[in-house]
């Protein structure tokens, strides 16, 4: 069975720092790209890091650029989000997201959420 688990969610005060973990299993996990998003309530989902499959290159949101930063152990088959200077606005349940796309096949899968709650 496919298994994508986020955890490391929690409350902290602004300011403060949480790591996030995407731990995966049932796939070939060093053959997707892994991203996280965001869903605060009464907002759309918002895309807020992803790290490809090969040149492990990293991208983020505006609203995270240097603040965030995104990795993954192959090795282990989890991808990480450390979080810091948190912000009230960062509260949200946080998504891991896996995606394998080439010109005749895409997969993706979703995990479960973790909440973050930041307070001010």
């Known amino acids: 069975d496919v298994q994508l688990q986020a955890s490391g969610g929690g409350l902290v005060q602004a300011g403060g720092s949480l790591r996030l973990s995407c731990t995966a299993s049932?796939?070939?996990?060093?053959?997707?790209?892994i991203a996280w998003f965001r869903q605060a309530p009464g907002k759309e989902r918002e895309g807020v890091a992803c790290?490809?499959?090969?040149?492990?290159?990293?991208f983020y949101g505006d609203s995270v650029k240097g603040r965030f930063a995104m990795s993954r152990d192959n090795a282990n088959n989890t991808a990480y989000l450390q979080m810091d200077s948190l912000k009230p606005e960062d509260t949200a349940v946080y998504y891991c997201y896996a995606e394998h796309a080439t010109l005749y096949d895409q997969r993706d899968y979703w995990g479960k959420g973790t909440q973050v709650t930041v307070s001010s």
């Open positions: 790290v490809s499959s090969g040149h492990l290159t990293t």
């Open positions: 049932g796939f070939a996990f060093n053959d997707y790209a």
